[in-house]
């Protein structure tokens, strides 16, 4: 799942940072649908926009770590649980 997104932000990656560094920015197939400030702002953009389909929010920046991000709990539609056991 969001293979094509993957790719067009690791193809793309040089003019994102150039453009972008820092920012959110969200991916739909193959084409970059804009940049945020912040990864609420972006996954609420994501969501406005697509709805339930899956869509690619990634922070820019110089490294290719990639950091987890469920948006669902960053949303606050889920929320974890620390008393119970994983």
């Not at 945020?36 to 690619?56: C, D, K, S, Y």
Request: aromatic share 6%; no cysteine; charged share 30%.
């Amino acid at each position: 799942m969001l293979d094509t997104e993957r790719q067009y932000f690791a193809e793309h990656r040089a003019e994102l940072v150039s453009r972008h560094m820092g920012q959110f920015v969200v991916i739909r197939d193959d084409e970059l649908i804009g940049a945020f400030n912040t990864i609420e702002e972006a996954l609420a953009e994501g969501a406005r926009r697509f709805g339930l389909t899956p869509f690619l929010v990634r922070q820019v920046t110089v490294t290719e770590e990639e950091e987890v991000n469920i948006p669902a709990l960053t949303l606050g539609i889920l929320r974890a649980d620390s008393s119970r056991p994983v």
